[in-house]
């Protein structure tokens, strides 16, 4: 595990162990069941998760889901019914994983999207990453790896890099497994581990390296 000072959130917790062949962090880790209905994680408000000094930051899942509702949340800093929108980690309406990023004040978004669907059934090791661009571009900033490779091939819908002045630090709670709108909303169904956060871009490499190790 990457001890750094910059990795910020890392829940391992759970109750249920994989069985060695199902994958190869069954080895050693621990993961938790979302039963898709009123299952989530509300971590509360954490600055961390609002991006470092510059604003960059990753975040990392290994799931599995048993069913794929359009939007059911994996990570998320949103509140959909207040003006407390960041940043979404989610499969779209298609099945496909995309990050979001939003600027409130401007009510502005940027984010990418891999143009292939994930599978049920399946463990998915997925890391999202920032490098708190803003302005012009600042769509290249947003990206996606599966299983350790760079994968996102789409930006999402209505993106205006050159009025997005970046995310904030708007008070809204960091949850795992749903995310707010009027109450929770789009919760995952499935299991989860090793979710992590950063406060710094990582790296192709360094995203592979944790994957490599499971992490």
């Known amino acids: 595990t990457d001890r750094t000072s910059n990795l910020k959130l890392w829940l391992r917790a759970g109750d249920k ?27 509360g408000d954490f600055d961390e998760a609002s991006g470092g000094s510059n604003g960059a930051f990753t975040v990392m899942a290994w799931f599995k889901a ?37 600027d409130e004040s401007a009510d502005k978004t940027i984010g990418r999207f891999y143009n292939t669907a ?26 996606i790896y599966e299983n350790g ?3 996102d091939d789409t930006d999402i819908s209505g993106i205006d890099e050159a009025n997005f002045a970046g995310i904030e630090n708007l008070g809204g709670s960091l949850q795992i497994g749903s995310y707010f709108d ?31 190790k499971g992490i």
């Open 118 to 143: 994930i599978s049920t059934g399946i463990w998915y090791h997925y890391a999202c990453t920032y490098d708190g661009s803003t302005g012009s571009g600042s769509n290249d900033g947003v990206k």
């Open 66 to 102: 048993n069913t794929i509702g359009a939007y059911d949340t994996i990570v998320s800093k949103w509140n959909n019914s207040g003006t407390l929108r960041e940043w979404l980690f989610r499969p779209n309406d298609a099945s496909k994983i995309e990050f979001r990023l939003f």
């Open 182 to 212: 009027s109450g929770q909303a789009n919760f995952f169904d499935g299991a989860m581990s090793s979710v992590s956060l950063y406060n710094v871009e990582k790296s192709a490499e360094e995203v592979y390296a944790l994957y490599s």
């Open 17 to 43: 162990v994989l069985p060695e062949e199902d994958t190869s962090i069954a080895r050693s880790d621990f993961y938790t069941d979302f039963d898709g209905s009123n299952d989530y994680v509300d971590i």
């Open 149 to 151: 490779v760079r994968v």
